[in-house]
């Protein structure tokens, strides 16, 4: 097990890079077994989630591997269709290599995927979209079995725009002879950075952004070596890291047209924000104020996976602050623990109501899930005392060496491994 013990109240100072995304990397790498070459990925986090992704790529009879940060994976020899149970469980995104393998393979072989626990997460669209792309699909129990002797192009609707579920479609779809429309598709940042490899290895897709995305596929895929682009949910959770410190940092490769909902919020909390290309400067007040009324959904809406770190910063915000999560039954695990902090917090299903206290107080917490996680070491960041974070892996599964781009900030942060 790993923890955190973080000397709360130093203020953040500095200029960081933003590491690569996660929520990027992981389909990207799925996305390279549809290439019989090399795949260079530069600026790939080093991250467990990341890790597992490579052993799936390694079971498969992938090359892969790392050097610095960038990694290599040549799919030639892939030689396997199943995922065992063991690696499916690691993480969600494991099911995106679902329609990777099919799409390379023709069948695939896997169990229900894992991931942090945020009320049930089916994936009935994944499933609908592949059939209609001309999977054969059964489910025995956890267990799913997939073949496909041709797929096609069609044209699919999805319920809602599921972020894997497009991805999944997107992978199938690079295999399928003739256009393949995805409608009501996810536009969130890391989709368009997904169909900029594609369009690199030779697949041409556009609309990617919006909610009509069109894929012709059938081409065959060469290699190409493609930058992960920034992640927009660490930039976010920094920003309000640096806010509930009254401290003042700049991130130098942000997108900052990616975090308006955030920086908007940042903006009523009574922080000032400057933007120069690619530099994102944040300078909070001393005192914050609320944040307004959160709802959380999908892209361009507020992000659910910024809403932990928002309501840890709202927490300590002057007034009351409101939050609506839409988009996950059960994400507010972090609450309980943020009120062991001192926290004021009123919850009603998936509202929460937040009245900001003047400061909150350092405790022995226990991180519940990734971004939740990330919500208390912002709150111990800013709290009086010493808080002490367990169950820190749950961090690095998403953030790269959090305490050592905390501690090159002026953040007394001590990882401790047991
Ligand atoms: C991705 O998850 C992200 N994960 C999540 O980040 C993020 O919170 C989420 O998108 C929303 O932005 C990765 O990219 C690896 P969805 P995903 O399919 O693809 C329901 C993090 O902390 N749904 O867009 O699983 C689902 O239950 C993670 O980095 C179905 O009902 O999200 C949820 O309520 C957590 N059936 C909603 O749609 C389906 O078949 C959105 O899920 C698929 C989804």
Redesign the pocket.
């Known amino acids: 097990m790993t923890e955190f013990l973080i000397n709360g109240g130093r203020k953040l100072r500095g200029a960081i890079a933003v590491q690569g995304s996660?929520?990027s990397a992981?389909p990207l790498l799925a996305a390279a077994l549809l290439v019989c070459g090399e795949v260079v990925l530069d600026n790939c986090p080093a991250l467990s989630d990341v890790d597992a992704a490579l052993e799936i790529l390694t079971y498969l009879g992938c090359r892969a591997h790392r050097c610095g940060s960038a990694v290599t994976v040549d799919a030639t020899g892939m030689h396997a269709c199943d995922i065992p149970a063991h690696l499916m469980k690691r993480m969600?995104?494991s099911v995106v290599f679902l329609g990777a393998i099919l799409a390379r393979a023709g069948r695939a072989e896997m169990t229900m995927p894992g991931g942090?626990m945020?009320g049930?997460?089916?994936?009935?669209?994944?499933i609908d979209a592949l059939r209609a792309l001309g999977a054969d699909i059964d489910l025995c129990g956890d267990r799913l079995l997939c073949r496909a002797c041709r797929l096609r192009g069609a044209e699919l609707l999805l319920p809602?725009p599921?972020?894997?579920?497009t991805e999944n479609a997107m992978l199938a779809a690079a295999a399928c002879r003739g256009l393949t429309r995805i409608r009501n598709a996810?536009r969130?940042p890391?989709i368009v950075d997904l169909a900029g490899f594609l369009n690199a290895i030779g697949i041409p897709v556009r609309g990617a952004g919006t909610p009509v995305i069109e894929i012709t596929g059938g081409s065959r895929p060469h290699g190409v070596r493609y930058p992960v682009m920034t992640d927009r949910?660490a930039a976010g959770t920094y920003l309000c890291a640096a806010a509930v410190t009254g401290g003042e940092i700049e991130l130098t490769n942000a997108n900052p047209l990616e975090l308006r909902a955030l920086t908007d919020a940042l903006l009523r909390a009574g922080c000032t924000l400057t933007v120069n290309g690619s530099r994102l400067r944040l300078h909070a007040p001393r005192n914050l104020r609320a944040v307004g009324i959160i709802e959380t959904g999908?892209y361009p809406a507020y992000?659910?996976?910024l809403q932990p770190p928002l309501l840890a910063l709202a927490c300590t915000g002057k007034g009351t602050s409101i939050f609506l999560e839409t988009?996950?039954a059960s994400r507010y695990n972090h609450i309980e623990e943020l009120r062991r902090m001192g926290a004021d917090i009123l919850t009603d299903g998936r509202f929460a109501a937040i009245h900001g206290v003047p400061r909150l107080t350092g405790a022995a917490v226990s991180a519940p899930d990734?971004?939740a996680a990330a919500a208390l070491v912002t709150a111990a960041l800013g709290a009086n005392g010493e808080t002490t974070i367990s169950h820190i892996d749950y961090l690095d599964r998403?953030y790269a060496r959090m305490d050592e781009v905390l501690s090159s900030l002026g953040a007394e942060v001590c990882r401790r491994e047991f």
């Open positions: 996660k929520n992981l969600r995104s942090c945020l049930p997460r089916p994936i009935d669209y994944h809602f599921s972020v894997g579920a996810a969130e890391e949910i999908p992000p659910t996976d988009m996950f990734l971004r998403g």
